[in-house]
Structures are given as structure tokens and as C-alpha cells.
């Protein structure tokens, strides 16, 4: 017998589709989302030169050690040892498979004398790294996880230790008007269009529900790809916790706006501005 029709016919009596009639698969379903949030969210070069801007206006000698904290795929830590051959990076985080796709497919980029720089350690932040640091940093809101002021102080006094001394600490922080209301946001981005939602928001506890869909060209769509479930914190809250954490200066670092009353890229620190529907604030906390 033909083994090519002997395959064809265990197909049919399995009731399975042969491979040619098969529907295509959507982009949706082709699509890596590590990827696409790498490409619709993180702008690590631009974080590097605003950590470095930072550093200069304390009057620091240029950051070399930094540690990445919740640093799902390491993008920014890959970025950093990238950035001058005298950096190191550690990037911790909870979850194994993100660190995995993160050794595949960014320090999989590096060379070897770079991959010999950056460490990555699955584990809670919580319990910090044994080795000081001249920076800490939590992007994207990720500490927001933690929607106790106990629990959002210890893991500020954890950071506070794993700092040299003058080291600094930095984080993002988002609010405005439309930050406290249920609302959908789109950008267009080079082959997909992200979606940012805000489902819920609860006014008594700060409490928030947030997720990220992604659309693609051909009508399909990638729903919840990342889901956040978070407190939403107040600049005052976050000035108090991290001096009660024992830092010494906090500073509040806002973006300007252009022209067009658009976020202009550019942050500066500052007491005193009005709110805006949206904004966006580095907090500087300093050793």
C-alpha cells in the first residue's frame, strides 16, 4: 500500500482535517504577546537616558549595577548591559516561563562577554538580592501588586538595603482624570493596534482592573492578553512609604507636553502642576 494514502486514510477514520484543508491560523493566534508588549509598551533606550539624566541632576558618578525588579522578559536589564561594557544587571521575578522567554529571546542576543553580565533570578522581590546596587528600578507600575501599605513599605525597605550607599530608587507611577474612570485607549503600532482598558475602578479602596487586547490587520484579536489587578497609589502615599522605608529625598520627576498637549518625552522634577486628564511621573527616591 502507498504509505502517503495508508496516512491520508488514518486521518479520515480519526476524523481529523488533512494539513491542506486546514484553516490558516490568524495573526491573533500566531502572535507572541512577550512580543507584542515588548514593541507596544517598553521603550528601554528611553528609560536608560531618562535613569541617566536622573543621576547627573543628583550629581552621581554615571549608574553602572542596576537591578530590575518584576522584570518579566528583561528587556530593559538586556538593554542595560547593552547600553556600556562596564554595566551589570539582575532582573528578578516571579515567573519562570516569562524569564525563559526572556533567556530565548533577548540575552539570547547578547554576546557572550554581555551574557556574562546579567543575571536573572526567578524569586519575589520581596526578598531582594544579596548583591547592592546603584540603582532599583519597577517600571510599568508592577509594584502596584501590592495594595497594602504594609506590604508596599516592606518591599520599599527591601529595596532601601539593596542599594549602595547614594544608590537610587525609581519607579512609575500614572494618574489623572481619566485614570480613576472605566475607559478604552487605542494606539497604532507597526502591524497591530494595542488596546489599553481600564475595566473597573473601585473609589473606596483604589483597587483597579486593567488589561491589555491587541487587534491585527486581518480582523482578528487577542483579548486579555496581560491582565492587571492593581492598587492604584497616590504620589502623596508613595512620598510617605518610602520615607518612612528610611530613604532620604523623594523627588516627583513629570513629563512635559508639547504642542499639542501631548506628553513630550521629556520629565523634569518638580513640586507644583496642574492635573491633566493623564499623566505619567517618575518617583526618584534616593539612598
Known sequence: MDVRRSRTLSTKRA???PAASRKPKTQAQKADRHDLYQRSVQVPEGDIAIFEQIFRSMGKRKPLRMREDF??????STTWVRSDPKRHAVGIDLDGPTLEWGREHNLATLTPAQRKRIRLVQGD??????EPVDLICALNFSYCVFKTRALLRRYFETVRRGLADGGAFICELY?????????DDERRCKGFIYEWQ???YNPITHDTLCHIHYRFPDGSRLDRAFTYD?????????????????????????????????????????????NQE????YVVATR
Open 15 to 17: 476524523g481529523k482535517t
Open 71 to 76: 522584570c518579566g522578559t528583561a528587556f530593559l
Open 125 to 130: 522581590v520581596l526578598d531582594g538580592d544579596d
Open 175 to 183: 494618574g489623572g482624570t481619566e485614570a480613576v474612570v472605566a475607559i
Open 198 to 200: 481600564q475595566a473597573e
Open 230 to 274: 492593581w492598587r492604584l497609589w497616590t504620589i502623596p502615599e508613595l512620598r510617605e512609604l518610602l520615607t518612612e522605608a528610611g530613604f532620604g529625598k523623594v523627588e516627583i520627576w513629570w513629563e512635559g507636553v508639547d504642542e499639542d498637549g501631548d506628553g513630550s518625552g521629556e520629565y523634569h522634577p518638580t513640586e507644583r502642576e496642574e
Open 278 to 281: 493623564s499623566w505619567l511621573v
